[in-house]
Nanobody
Framework: QVQLVESGGGLVQTGGSLRLSCAAS????????MGWFRQGPGREREFVAA???????YYSDSVKGRFTISRDNAKNTVYLQMNSLEPEDTAVYYC????????????????????WGQGTQVTVSS
């Protein structure tokens, strides 16, 4: 059974940084894409970043240049380094992974992901 556990959220001031981690278990981590999504107050869940099994990365326009996604296959962990945080980044952040190992997938679509973590809260104060 695939399990995803996020950590690293917290309260930070505008302009600050946080690094989120998502530890995966239950299957061969390296073979699957990993994604980060977020859901802010009163908003729908939205794509943040994704990394393919062969390390291609994808970002939403709102975080490009500020956030960096990476993965450590030896640790079965995906990271989201978040810099220059803004109040608009306040949200619950979720990591996710698809059921199948598919290279040609829409990394930005939540519907492509089958397994989700419980989320970690990020709050950016102004």
């Amino acid at each position: 059974q695939v399990q995803l556990v996020e950590s690293g959220g917290g309260l930070v001031q505008t302009g600050g940084s946080l690094r989120l981690s998502c530890a995966a278990s239950g299957r061969t981590f390296s073979a699957y894409a990993m994604g980060w999504f977020r859901q802010g107050p009163g908003r729908e869940r939205e794509f943040v970043a994704a990394i393919s099994s062969n390390y291609y990365t994808y970002y939403s326009d709102s975080v490009k240049g500020r956030f960096t996604i990476s993965r450590d296959n030896a640790k079965n962990t995906v990271y989201l380094q978040m810099n220059s945080l803004e109040p608009e980044d306040t949200a619950v952040y979720y990591c996710a992974t698809p059921r199948l190992s598919i290279r040609l997938m829409n990394y930005r679509s939540a519907g492509q992901y089958d397994y989700w973590g419980q989320g970690t809260q990020v709050t950016v104060s102004s």
